[in-house]
């Protein structure tokens, strides 16, 4: 899918959600929220923000522009709510990279 100057090619659906990207990773003391782009099996892809590894919210939709916007919009309602970004340097080394 060619998409205001880039492609999107998110990897076909077998059975599961694969990640693709992470988009965004915010901390509020002990508590981690992360969003995730992932595929999707009627959609091009999805984007779920999950709450120390519990799912908080998801949107599935064909324009990975509306997925990008509404991971933006996540985040900064996160960002109103004092959460701050989490730097993987931060992280014990056994999570690095990974969503849960």
């Not at 120390?52 to 064909?62: T, Y």
């Not at 509306?66 to 959460?83: S, T, V, Y």
């Amino acid at each position: 899918m060619q998409t205001a100057g880039f492609t999107f090619n998110p990897p076909e659906w077998r059975g599961e959600p694969k990640v693709i990207a992470e988009m965004w990773k915010l901390s509020k003391g002990q508590r981690t929220a992360v969003c995730t782009l992932v595929n999707h099996p009627s959609r091009r892809a999805e984007i779920r923000c999950a709450i120390d590894g519990q799912l908080h919210e998801s949107r599935a939709e064909n324009d990975p522009l509306e997925l990008f916007e509404q991971a933006d919009a996540w985040k900064a309602a996160f960002l109103a709510r004092n959460w701050t970004a989490k730097s993987a340097v931060d992280m014990p080394s056994e999570t690095k990279g990974t969503v849960r």
